[in-house]
């Protein structure tokens, strides 16, 4: 008791559920729905919490993460994470694969470097 009014020592916990619970149904809805689209002019990146619309003629790198380099019409650098072709580490050798041929393409189609690069346009 505390002036009259009492504080459940447990209600930190309870909100960090709550918080946890909702991050998990965001990822649970988001993450197989991660992907990139290429259009003719644009890239369209729609990763877990949010989606990116990149055009084709601003992208300056990709890296091997693999992170989309930009700049945007004011000249500010930005970087975009592709996590749907993030197949690092302990992935399922047919997903790298697949993430890797994707990566080429991604490559082919921006006009930046080869896969394992982070060349300057």
Known sequence: MWQGTWNSPGWPWFGIGVLAALFGIVSAIRIPRSRVILRQDEMVVYGQLWSRTVPRESITSITPWPLVKW???RGREHSTPVTALNAGGRTL??????ALEVRNSLHEWAG???ASSDDAR
């Open 93 to 98: 050798s047919a997903f790298a694969e697949h």
């Open 71 to 73: 700049t945007d019409s």
């Open 112 to 114: 930046v470097g080869g």
